[in-house]
C-alpha cells in the first residue's frame, strides 16, 4: 500500500527557518513533490526530488533520501505570505500517467 | 495566460443529478488528471488520462466518468450526486519528461445538497 506521513501543522516565526519532514512507504518510487497550497487556491509546485541530496531553488530547498524513504522541504527566511499548506506526493511509477499520491499535507502558520 | 482553467468553480446542486465539471489546459501536455480533495484537504487521484490509456483509481465510483474530446480537455462527468461527492475537484497536466511535474488547475467547489 501507499502511505506518506507529514505532520498535520507546524508554526514559525516570520524571518526564520522551518523544516517540513515527509516519510514515505510507496510500492514504488519514481520522484517526489513538494506543492504549495493557500486556502481556496490550487496546489502549485515548489520542487522535485527524484535522486539523493539536496535541491536548492531560492529560499526553499529540498531533501530526499530514498534508502530511508525521507524527504524535508526546507523554508528560509520566512514571510507571512507562506503560510500555506505544504503537500509532499509520491509518484510510484514512470511515465506520470497514473498521478501523485499526496501526503495530508502540513499547515504551515507563520507568526510575527 | 491561465495554463490549467476548469469551469465552473463552484457547482451546487441537488442529490440524484447529473453534471459535469469541464477543463482545458494550454500547455501542450498530453497528460491529464483528475483530484478529489475532501473537507479534510486530503487530495486523492481520481483519473490520469493520456492519449494512450485511462488509469482508474479502483476506489472511485462507476459514477464517474472522464470524457476527452481531445489532448487539451478532460471533462467529468458525474451522474446521481451523492452528499459526499461534495469537495473540491481539481484538474492537473504534466508532459511526459524528466520530472512529469503536474500543474493544477483553479479547482471546483461541488456541494451536492
Known amino acids: 500500500g501507499q502511505n506518506i506521513d507529514q505532520p498535520t501543522e507546524m508554526t514559525a516565526t516570520e524571518g526564520a527557518i522551518v523544516q517540513i519532514n515527509c516519510t514515505y512507504q510507496?510500492?514504488?518510487?519514481?520522484?517526489l513533490f513538494w506543492y504549495q497550497q493557500h486556502a481556496g487556491e490550487a496546489p502549485t509546485f515548489l520542487s522535485y526530488n527524484v535522486l539523493d541530496g539536496l535541491e536548492e531553488k531560492g529560499r526553499f530547498s529540498s531533501f530526499l533520501s530514498r534508502s530511508k524513504g525521507y524527504s524535508y522541504l526546507l523554508l528560509k527566511e520566512l514571510q507571512m505570505k507562506d503560510s500555506a499548506s505544504y503537500l509532499c506526493?509520491?509518484?510510484?511509477?514512470?511515465?506520470?500517467?497514473?498521478?501523485?499520491?499526496f501526503g495530508k499535507g502540513t499547515h504551515l502558520i507563520i507568526q510575527p | 495566460d491561465t495554463a490549467v482553467s476548469q469551469t465552473p468553480k463552484y457547482l451546487v446542486t441537488q442529490m440524484g443529478n447529473d453534471k459535469s465539471i469541464k477543463c482545458e489546459q494550454n500547455l501542450g501536455h498530453d497528460t491529464m488528471y483528475w483530484y478529489k480533495q475532501d473537507s479534510k484537504k486530503f487530495l486523492k487521484i481520481m483519473f490520469s488520462?493520456?492519449?494512450?490509456?485511462?488509469?482508474i483509481n479502483e476506489t472511485v465510483p462507476n459514477r464517474f466518468s472522464p470524457k476527452s474530446p481531445d489532448k487539451a480537455h478532460l471533462n467529468l462527468h458525474i451522474n446521481s450526486l451523492e452528499l459526499g461527492d461534495s469537495a473540491v475537484y481539481f484538474c492537473?497536466?504534466?508532459?511526459?519528461?524528466?520530472?512529469?511535474?503536474?500543474?493544477f488547475g483553479p479547482g471546483t467547489r461541488l456541494t451536492v445538497l
Open positions: 510507496t510500492s514504488g518510487f519514481n520522484g
Open positions: 506526493a509520491v509518484r510510484d511509477r514512470g511515465g506520470g500517467a497514473d498521478g501523485l499520491t
Open positions: 488520462y493520456n492519449n494512450k490509456e485511462l488509469i
Open positions: 492537473a497536466s504534466s508532459s511526459q519528461g524528466k520530472s512529469d511535474t503536474q500543474y
